[in-house]
């Protein structure tokens, strides 16, 4: 049986977690089956749009930890290699030139918060937390957690978060900023939101897309280079041009 599902329709993706009796955990085949999809749809030239999502209650229940870090007599060294493949399989989506959107609808925990946070926006469900529960087992933060949170949430927060081992609720993650809206049913508010963007341009969706990419870094001269590049390319476009002729009435 695979554990992830992809479809697209007009260049709109959806990929599914689909291991629901497991609430979707990470295991071996999850990494190889999430890491494949992922590539598959950066290789398509046609891509405008990327929804992730879960099957089932949970939206991810985290890594499954006896897979993970039962192997006895492996190295430090040896775990952090094996760390790295498995964090790979979702931080590929943060490489995507295409929107993403995490529709959240049960507990997104762990490695599973982290693979909504790897999207570029995130839609929670009445049913929806996101959990970083790490400390409550005794393990450190992975896989971009602690880089996430303090973007999302700031230091002091994330901090104290990550200490208690704490869970934000989908409303509570709206509040702080980790997600968009609180929404009825994610899937369908994604899917409509995704439709939205797949129905512009694609290279001005993928430029506005890095240029926030650019502002997070802080650096308002590079924004700005990037911005008077993107914008100059974007005004040789249709849309614009029409908007021209329209004021020239």
């Given amino acids: 049986m ?58 991810c229940a985290g890594a499954d930890l006896p897979a993970l870090f039962g192997t006895t007599g492996r190295s430090v060294a040896e775990t952090r290699t094996h760390l790295h493949q498995v964090y790979d399989s979702f931080l590929r989506l943060r490489s995507l030139a295409i929107p993403t959107v995490a529709a959240v609808q049960g507990p997104a925990v762990g490695a599973g918060l982290n693979l909504a946070m790897a999207c570029d926006v995130r839609l929670a469900g009445p049913r929806a937390s996101f959990a970083a529960t790490f400390s409550r087992i005794g393990l450190h933060p992975g896989g971009g957690c602690t880089w996430f949170l303090v973007d999302g949430l700031g230091p002091q927060k994330a901090l104290a978060l990550l200490l208690d081992g704490g869970s934000l609720t989908g409303e509570d993650a709206v509040r702080e900023g980790l997600a968009l809206r609180l929404v009825d049913d ?40 990037f911005e008077s590049w993107a914008q100059a390319s974007s005004a040789t476009g249709p849309a614009i041009q029409k908007a021209v002729a329209r004021f020239r009435k």
């Fill in 2 to 59: 695979t554990k992830i599902d992809l479809s697209q329709d007009a260049g709109q993706w959806t990929l599914t977690l689909n291991d629901p009796d497991r609430r979707n955990c990470i295991d071996e085949a999850m990494v190889r089956e999430l890491g494949d999809a992922v590539s598959a749809v950066a290789a398509d030239p046609h891509a405008r749009t990327l929804v992730v999502t879960g099957a089932g209650t949970a939206f």
């Fill in 186 to 225: 994610p899937v369908a508010a994604a899917g409509e939101l995704a439709g939205r963007w797949a129905a512009l341009d694609p290279a001005l969706a993928r430029d506005i897309k890095s240029a926030v990419g650019v502002a997070r870094s802080g650096d308002f001269d590079a924004t700005l280079e």
